[in-house]
């Protein structure tokens, strides 16, 4: 079996969504990854780290799975038509459908999450809905052939459950443990459900001006009234 996976390259992605899957997706057998972007040019993720798309949407090959990071450059992209052509005609053909983090609302902006579970970042879960999906808080969301994860690390748990999925848990078992994922985080503040108040509420203030501009955005593309 041979597989081609794309990977979605746009102004001011997170780069982990992208890059944290794509160190496992490099390591599952017989599997060519592509970065693919708007333009040959190299893209500027949300910390300035430069990177180089494999393919754009004019070259893109046909995709096995198409795959959707997430990040604050999500804002610009839900009204890119372009862009979303590129996702809704894409993942209308791919075996998988997945995102990482706020890559969800763009498949949702692109029409793919309607009638579906999926799971985002916790601080854009609620804004799911308004694209007809159903908001899960969970780590991986598996709902027929599409899949997304929460926020940036997850990104990781996704692909290895892709890699289970398509090549057997053995596989993935020994994808993870050549990346040695065996986390053990200092401290218990990366999920609002168990970080203490104020942490969330610092976290939560800090992304104030990027979140609302980013509902005002999800509001406008879906017609729905605030709720």
């Not at 804002?75 to 894409?90: I, K, Q, S, W, Y």
């Not at 902006?109 to 308004?130: D, P, V």
């Not at 942490?199 to 005002?216: G, N, P």
Request: charged letters at 20%; hydrophobic letters at 45%.
């Amino acid at each position: 079996m041979s597989l081609t996976i794309g990977m979605l390259l746009f102004p001011n992605v997170t780069q982990l969504d992208l890059t944290a899957p794509y160190e496992v997706f490099s390591r599952m057998p017989e599997t060519k990854v592509r970065v693919i972007a708007a333009t040959d040019a190299p893209v500027r993720t949300e910390w300035g780290l430069a990177m180089i798309p494999d393919a754009t949407f004019d070259s893109a090959p046909a995709l096995d799975i198409l795959c959707v990071p997430g990040g604050w450059g999500v804002n610009a992209m839900l009204e890119d038509a372009r862009f979303l052509t590129f996702v809704r005609e894409r993942g209308a053909a791919a075996r998988y459908v997945t995102s990482v983090c706020s890559g969800a609302l763009l498949l949702g902006a692109a029409g793919l999450l309607n009638g579906y579970r999926a799971t985002t970042h916790w601080m854009s879960l609620e804004l799911l809905a308004r694209f007809g999906a159903t908001p899960t808080r969970e780590r991986v969301v598996i709902d027929r052939n599409r899949i997304t994860g929460a926020g940036v690390t997850a990104g990781i748990d996704l692909a290895l459950v892709i890699a289970a999925q398509l090549f057997g848990e053995q596989t993935a078992q020994e994808i993870q443990l050549g990346i040695e994922y065996d986390p053990a985080p200092l401290f218990s503040s990366g999920s609002p459900t168990s970080a203490p108040p104020e942490v969330t509420t610092a976290v939560t203030r800090r992304s104030a001006k990027s979140f609302a501009e980013r509902r005002a955005i999800v509001e406008r593309v879906t017609r729905v009234s605030p709720v």
